[in-house]
T-cell receptor
């Protein structure tokens, strides 16, 4: 099985940088996803890491260390619209090819 | 437009009255799955399907059934709904042919069982 941990809630200021951490334990590893979910809406895909290192996509970057079972999502130049939940999801090896989700981190951006 | 659709979007029902939530995708994806989302518990997988006629239990399958007779459709069936199945439900699809294999989610179905 998989165990995924993320902070429950974070707050940050508009224009700042915030890092949302995700740690996981899994019997095998085949990729880590980050999704964004605004209240009452469906999750939308943000980033994917399968090898160690940093993936950058505009204001969002995601980092993975497989040996440490650790990932983070970095959001730069925060905007009010970035207030949302951020979901870390891990895909293991074998069995279901569908990722397992963490409980999500609720990010509140204030002026 | 590539999308996953779910119906109904909102449903209030009573205990024991069978219901079906439909899910359809137009992207020819092999993989489909159902999740429920509850406050403080995140997205939990109910059932998933790797292809037509291939389904398997997720983490919280009790009280639910699914079928995958066609590639595009993956209905979720509650034979005898109970109040603890009040939740927000999401259907999702993905494909191993895509480089990243990210999931595409439907808009959600908010179910209340009285």
């Amino acid at each position: 099985g998989q165990n995924i941990d993320q902070p429950t809630e974070m707050t940050a200021t508009e224009g700042a940088i915030v890092q949302i951490n995700c740690t996981y334990q899994t019997s095998g590893f085949n990729g880590l996803f980050w999704y964004q979910q605004h209240a009452g809406e469906a999750p939308t895909f943000l980033s994917y890491n399968v090898l160690d290192g940093l993936e950058e996509k505009g204001r969002f970057s995601s980092f993975l260390s497989r040996s440490k079972g650790y990932s983070y999502l970095l959001l730069k130049e925060l905007q009010m619209k970035d207030s949302a939940s951020y979901l870390c999801a891990v895909r293991g090896l074998g069995g279901s090819y569908i990722p397992t989700f963490g409980r999500g981190t609720s990010l509140i951006v204030h002026p | 437009e590539a999308q996953v659709t779910q119906n109904p979007r909102y449903l209030i029902t009573v205990t024991g009255k069978k219901l079906t939530v439909t899910c359809s995708q137009n992207m020819n994806h092999e993989y489909m799955s159902w999740y429920r989302q509850d406050p403080g518990l995140g997205l939990r997988q109910i059932y998933y399907s790797m292809n037509v006629e291939v389904t398997d239990k997720g983490d919280v399958p009790e009280g639910y059934k699914v079928s995958r007779k066609e590639k595009r459709n993956f209905p979720l069936i509650l034979e005898s709904p109970s109040p603890n199945q009040t939740s927000l439900y999401f259907c999702a699809s993905s494909s191993p042919d895509r480089e990243v294999e990210e999931q595409f989610f439907g808009p959600g179905t908010r179910l209340t069982v009285l």
